[in-house]
Nanobody, 114 residues
Framework: VQFVESGGGLVQPGGSLRLSCVASGFSFSTYGMSWYRQAPGKGREWVASISSAGGGSRNYADSVKGRFTISRDNAKNTVYLQMSSLNPEDTAVYYC???????WGRGTQVTVSS
């Protein structure tokens, strides 16, 4: 099982980014997927989750609700995180994962700064 995150970068406050996570080693469409993040000096926190198959169920942390959107493309084994109205508190390394016990990928760094 492997996750490769990408799409991070430096963005100004109020800007947008779309993160991607390509998963491998399991039947992607049959599992829900989640995004997490770890800010400097803080523990890793859950950001958003999407259900398996069609992804009809989506849940978000209160801190990102209304600004972030999680989606998936089962044909590409990829889960996305569209982030908008970014603020400095969103600065973190972002990770995706299937479930507790999976190894973490390297993550992708998001820095929100003017």
């Amino acid at each position: 099982v492997q996750f490769v995150e990408s799409g991070g970068g430096l963005v100004q406050p109020g800007g947008s980014l779309r993160l991607s996570c390509v998963a491998s080693g399991f039947s992607f469409s049959t599992y829900g997927m989640s995004w997490y993040r770890q800010a400097p000096g803080k523990g890793r926190e859950w950001v958003a989750s999407i259900s398996s198959a069609g992804g009809g169920s989506r849940n978000y942390a209160d801190s990102v609700k209304g600004r972030f959107t999680i989606s998936r493309d089962n044909a590409k084994n990829t889960v996305y995180l569209q982030m908008s109205s970014l603020n400095p508190e969103d600065t973190a390394v972002y990770y995706c994962r299937r479930r507790i016990g999976d190894n973490w990928g390297r993550g992708t760094q998001v820095t929100v700064s003017s």
